[in-house]
């Protein structure tokens, strides 16, 4: 997706987080999907401060200006299937967001998404990660 243009917009230049070596995907997974569903638009992601219940984490937002997540489809985009039929497989098919949000909870945060356009007037999809933030 080297076409794509992904701005940046860290609070911080450094974040540290509990969890491990598999934190680089799901940010990875998560700008990838933006990127196939942005079309021509810009990706924004936006790193900042979060408290929640007492706990202080670190947030990424994942904005894409794409056709948006219909409300049904939401349901389910982070549960892992029971079964997948081989010959309609293929990418696209939120296996790789089941993973994702297996690792959220593994290391203490979660993940949601949110319609972009209730947000902020724009079309597409904001997808969000929490991860707990190591203080220094």
């Not at 219940?53 to 948006?68: A, E, I, L």
């Not at 945060?109 to 190591?134: A, H, L, M, Q």
Request: net charge negative; hydrophobic share 35%; with cysteine.
């Amino acid at each position: 997706y080297e076409d794509t243009d992904v701005h940046f917009h860290p609070v911080t230049g450094k974040a540290l987080v509990m969890g491990d070596s598999f934190i680089k995907d799901v940010v990875y997974n998560l700008i990838s999907n933006a990127c196939k569903h942005a079309g021509d638009w810009p990706i924004d992601v936006v790193l900042r401060e979060h408290e929640e219940g007492g706990t202080s984490f670190w947030r990424m937002d994942v904005k894409d200006q794409g056709g948006g997540i219909s409300e049904d489809r939401k349901s389910f985009l982070f549960r892992r299937f029971e079964s997948v039929d081989a010959s309609s497989a293929s990418e696209g098919h939120g296996i790789g967001l089941s993973v994702v949000s297996s690792l959220c909870e593994r290391f203490g945060g979660k993940i949601w998404v949110e319609d972009r356009e209730r947000v902020d007037g724009i079309r597409g999809s904001i997808f969000s990660v929490t991860f707990p933030r190591v203080k220094v």
